[in-house]
């Protein structure tokens, strides 16, 4: 644990120093997006993200790449009533109903607590592997839970209240679906409600996917075997983990855009619309001719040219091969964000 909060604390140190942190978080948040996503089944990846929320089309199924965008839309939305708002049932119900807004799952009760029995694994609470408390227990369990959240009746250590309030949320499972990634999401609201955090940099859904079978494991055996300390040992691995992999991206990122900057500079005339261009790369790894026009208020002609550039200098890949609607991306950037985001195939 102490390894894990000194992890947390550096990654938290670094937020105040990025130039600009707000660029590394958009993109952040959707890496964790997708994650998240993907441990539930998802076959998205983050150029599918990127193009669906700039351009609309993609070409992967649709219902794949909304419900990361419904993930993203619920994780900021959330963060924001935090500013108002205590962590509590009505705000995850809110932000329920944002994740479950569009798509799959859109017609279970989103931002409703069950009415009805649900289960995991299996075709019948029967045969399930695990069953969750029945409807007329959920009152008693969320405020259970919501006092815990809230220090009652004691104060609880914050990386032991994050990570028992998940095993307690996950146990729950209160919603008819999205209960994963909504459990996911509360870790990341504990310690930016608490202040552990300024800003939302550390997400789990990495740790939990490469490990996603002892993740399972382990929130089934403290059910049935009470076996709290294990699962407290690998989640404080996870955070430390996580962190400290938060800390390399972000240095990585901003090394990467540094350098990309000093040599766009060198490119002459071109060298503003190309500083420009390349700021909007860093939240928008992958666009379109259209979209930097649109974004950036320039000529097509200006946009075409100052691309041309970047490609001259190996910054920007084609990514279509066509000579219309051509996408670009930020080739080394997005490399560095893909990492870890490879499908899961056949539950690995």
């Known amino acids: ?41 998802t076959q998205s990846s983050l150029s599918d993200l990127f193009l669906y929320e700039k351009e609309g ?6 219902g794949d790449v909304e419900e990361v965008s419904n993930y993203v839309a619920a ?23 944002i994740l479950l807004s569009k798509g799959r799952g859109s017609h279970l009760e989103p931002g409703q ?9 299996g075709t019948r609470p029967g045969n399930a592997a695990f069953v969750p408390p029945p409807p007329d227990l959920l009152v008693e369990c969320l405020g259970a839970l919501e006092m815990f959240l809230h220090n009652e009746p004691v104060v609880t250590p914050l990386l032991v209240k994050a990570a028992l309030a998940h095993v307690q949320f996950e146990t729950i499972h209160p919603f ?15 310690f930016c409600a608490e202040g552990t955090l300024r800003e939302p940099l550390l997400y789990l859904s990495l740790y939990f996917k490469q490990h996603r079978q002892q993740y399972y494991d382990l929130l089934q055996s403290v059910r049935l075997n009470g076996d709290w300390e294990e699962w407290l040992r690998f989640f404080f691995t996870g955070v430390e983990t996580t962190a400290n ?11 990467v855009a540094g350098l990309d900057a000093s040599r766009i500079q060198s490119i002459g005339k071109s060298a503003r619309s190309g500083l420009r261009l390349h700021r909007l790369l860093q939240t928008h790894p992958v ?46 950037y997005l490399e560095i964000l893909n990492e870890g985001t490879e499908p899961i195939v056949n539950g690995i």
């Not at 140190?13 to 441990?39: C, D, M």
């Not at 607590?113 to 694994?121: A, L, P």
Request: overall charge positive.
């Open 1 to 41: 644990m102490e390894k894990a909060t000194l992890a947390l604390g550096r990654l938290d140190g670094l937020a105040s120093i990025l130039p600009a942190p707000n660029l590394f978080l958009y993109s952040y948040v959707r890496k964790e997006a997708l994650l998240s996503s993907q441990i539930e089944g």
């Open 57 to 62: 089309n993609t070409g992967t199924p649709s």
């Open 75 to 97: 994780m900021n939305y959330g963060l924001e009533r935090l500013k108002e708002l205590p962590l509590s049932l009505r705000l995850l119900k809110e932000i329920h109903a």
């Open 113 to 121: 607590f069950r009415r009805s029995q649900n289960w995991v694994g």
């Open 176 to 190: 008819l679906d999205g209960n994963g990634r909504l459990g996911r999401l509360l870790i990341t609201f504990i």
């Open 245 to 255: 992999a938060a800390s390399q991206t972000a240095k990585s990122l901003m090394r």
């Open 287 to 332: 666009l379109s001719v259209a979209t930097a026009v649109k974004e950036l208020e320039l000529s097509t002609p200006t946009v075409i040219t100052t691309l041309s550039k970047l490609q001259e200098l190996g910054i920007v890949r084609e990514t279509t091969g066509r000579n219309y609607r051509r996408h670009y991306a930020y080739a080394e």
